[in-house]
């Protein structure tokens, strides 16, 4: 606690509030701005109209002010519009409202009835109150932004849930309690106001200082955009501020409530020769304009080698520019052209993607100046890297992992259950738990050096038992108490073999972190549905729980007294195509959180072989198996992977198809190769032989990009 103090202490003093005085009075007058439009007094008549978005005339709204025209008071962007309780469908559908309600009118007049309530609770100085508001419980950013506006002085402009809980638990010497979205935004004002180290601050100061203390969105976004073929757009980016991109038959993103009402609209202007799968990769292109956030990267390239600049988003992150002749769609950066150069691996991927994912081994590839393929220390750049899991991830494994202590990573096969475990643990391990980069990554050298060392104990053998923060172990059918908990085993002995009561690795986890209560220690169980897990953790299945972590108990062969410490956490994976979550025991399933990981296509977003596009084919494979049997039976996107990058040629391609995704498929299907035609099509499969056509790797291609149609020419940009 110390440390953290004086950490802070640090940063205060170190912080140049002068410097941002200029955004605090911008951030007051986009207040001002609001409440002339708005007056708290017009509430209890305010039409629909007028606040929400959607309509003919919804940029005068009070939702679209508060969303994309007020950014120095915090930003409430990106995501769904359903935050903004009600609001008319961009696809002409009619209106977004709870279904609780059977109108439009009843909708709006509640969610006003809800406001206007919300400002008199806050001018009585019961804020907090405001969160048992029914009607506005499922907008509770929009909430907090809009009693911001109206009462600077009695909350912190913090929108996020998680966000004030990682503030909170930065400045609090205790855990901070779960409470409700406004509650716990008092709760941390209040720390605040108790410490005299920010006397004289002003809410806006605060949160400026706390987001560039410790921003719990340290890991970002990084997206390759191209302005325009061949770059032509380039010099007008470059000149004003922003990075373009075309689809001009869709107007203004900020109209549309979500991903999926812009696809409707975007399918019917660009259809893309009737390829549903090419509509959805290219829609959620342009949607990913309106998900960056300040401080988020975009890398300008031209062609698939060449790095323009890089540019850091600033408020007001996505603008719609009709006054542009085309290239309407736009994003506010500032660009920083150090970044230029020519990478001598060309990004294959970059020549048919307009906005793409770059991913955490590329980016750091650019931000070095190392060109892919150069020599590092750890060898040849491109086929030695180990990419980090994603930031979404990270967060919801280690959410997962502190509420309940332990998790279980579950999904079809080839989603990366096992990858996941162990570069998770390697992250939360060596970096998470003290507050570093999400997006940590290692070279395959250094993840394997970090793994090697959480593997081993952290003190001489001979004062404690051998183990390390880390420990893998992998249930199958005829693992037992014996080998997890303790057990009777033979042993050598001068008389030949004998019997004696020996540990288990779990007990002998908890040995260990029992000696060192400060340091965690995770325990990764791979397959954890092979096992019989009611009988290997025997009794100590209730002592996993988080109020029951301590507690001893008697362990029936050794009588020994035993406690499972709170710093032991585990980790399983499990396939779901071997058994469902839903046949797993009761008890277990109470006990540990699930994470679910679906195949993910935009890992294989634009990278193509032949005329074959692979996210596509997955996307359309997997659409198959989803209807013949199941989701949780689809083909993960690591069977299209090598080294973390999608495969490249028809040799490697094919040799995937017919080692890996064919196999499982029949396993699937049972032999019926006529369901097995149904999947993968009959020009691989031969229904009336009951075999697999012998096809050359050329044939493969052509005979996968017919069935599926999903040829190269239908991916190319706008």
């Not at 081993?456 to 249930?475: C, D, H, M, N, Y």
Request: aromatic share 10%; charged share 25%.
């Amino acid at each position: 606690m110390d440390s953290k103090r004086d950490e802070l202490d640090q940063a205060i003093r170190t912080f140049d509030r002068d410097a941002l005085a200029a955004r605090v009075e911008d951030a007051a007058r986009q207040a001002e701005q609001i409440n002339a439009e708005f007056p708290l007094d017009e509430w209890p008549n305010l039409t629909l109209d007028r606040y929400a978005l959607g309509h003919a005339g919804y940029k005068s709204s009070f939702c679209y002010r508060l969303e994309f025209k007020s950014p120095e008071l915090g930003s409430i962007s990106g995501g769904s519009s359903r935050k903004l309780l009600i609001y008319a469908k961009s696809d002409g559908s009619g209106w977004y409202f709870d279904q609780a309600y059977l109108d439009r009118e009843r909708a709006w007049d509640d969610v006003r009835t809800g406001f206007v309530r919300a400002f008199e609770l806050a001018g009585q100085g019961n804020i907090a109150e405001v969160d048992d508001i029914t009607a506005l419980r499922t907008g509770p950013a929009l909430t907090a932004k809009t009693l911001y506006v109206y009462f600077p002085d009695e909350l912190l402009p913090i929108y996020s849930q998680a966000h004030v809980q990682h503030f909170t638990e930065l400045l609090s010497p205790t855990k901070a309690p779960a409470l409700t979205p406004l509650t716990a935004n008092r709760r941390l004002l209040t720390l605040v106001r108790e410490d005299e180290r920010f006397a004289g601050w002003s809410p806006m100061e605060v949160m400026l200082f706390l987001y560039g203390w410790a921003d719990p969105r340290a890991g970002r976004a990084v997206m390759k955009i191209a302005p325009g073929e061949g770059a032509r757009f380039w010099r007008d980016c470059r000149d004003g501020g922003f990075i373009c991109v075309g689809w001009d038959s869709i107007e203004d993103l900020t109209a549309f409530g979500s991903e999926e009402e812009l696809r409707a609209v975007f399918a019917a202007h660009y259809p893309y020769n009737g390829s549903s799968a090419t509509v959805t990769t290219k829609a959620r292109e342009l949607w990913r304009l309106t998900q960056l956030e300040p401080g988020d990267r975009v890398v300008a390239n031209e062609g698939v080698s060449k790095v323009l600049a890089v540019g850091t988003v600033i408020e007001p992150g996505y603008v719609y520019r009709p006054e542009r002749p085309e290239f309407k769609h736009t994003v506010a950066v500032t660009w920083d052209e150090s970044y230029a150069q020519t990478l001598l691996e060309p990004v294959r991927r970059w020549g048919v993607t307009t906005i793409a994912p770059v991913s955490a081994t590329l980016w750091r590839q650019i931000r070095a100046g190392v060109s892919a393929g150069t020599p590092t220390a750890e060898g040849p750049v491109g086929t030695t890297e180990v990419e980090a899991p994603s930031d979404r991830h990270l967060r919801l494994v280690t959410e997962a992992l502190e509420r309940k202590g332990q998790a279980i990573l579950f999904g079809p096969p080839g989603t990366g259950k096992t990858h996941l475990a162990l570069r998770f643990a390697v992250w939360w391990l060596a970096h998470g738990r003290a507050g570093l980069d999400p997006l940590a990554e290692f070279g395959t050298s250094e993840f394997r050096r970090v793994l090697a060392a959480l593997s081993a104990p952290s003190r001489p053998a001979e004062t404690r038992e051998k183990i390390g923060q880390l420990t893998q172990v992998t249930f199958h059918p005829s693992y037992g108490y014996e080998d997890f908990i303790e057990g009777f085993k033979p042993v050598k002995s001068d008389d030949g073999l004998r019997l004696e009561l020996l540990p288990g690795i779990f007990k002998r986890v908890c040995r260990a972190a029992a000696d060192e209560p400060d340091r965690a220690y995770l325990v990764v169980i791979d397959e954890i549905n092979r096992g019989n897990v009611s009988k290997i953790f025997g009794e100590l299945i209730t002592l996993l729980e988080v109020d029951k972590r301590g507690i001893e108990v008697r362990l029936p062969q050794s009588t020994e007294a035993f406690a499972v410490p709170g710093n032991v956490y585990l980790l399983g994976t499990m396939n779901t195509a071997d058994r469902s979550i839903r046949l797993l025991d009761a008890a277990l399933r109470r006990r540990f959180a699930f994470y679910e990981l679906l195949p993910d296509v935009e890992l294989l977003e634009g990278a193509y072989v032949g005329r074959l596009h692979l996210d596509n084919l997955l996307d359309s494979l997997n659409s198959r198996v989803r209807a013949e049997l199941g989701r949780e039976r689809q083909v993960g996107h690591a069977f299209l992977l090598r080294d973390g990058r999608p495969l490249a040629t028809e040799a490697d391609l094919c040799a995937a198809i017919r080692g890996d995704v064919i196999p499982l498929l029949q396993e699937y299907a049972y032999d019926d190769y006529g369901l097995l035609a149904r999947l993968i099509g009959a020009q691989v499969v031969d229904v009336e032989q009951q075999r697999l056509r012998e096809l050359t790797d050329d044939e493969m291609v052509e005979a996968l990009s017919a069935e599926f149609q999903v040829g190269l020419a239908d991916q190319l940009p706008a």
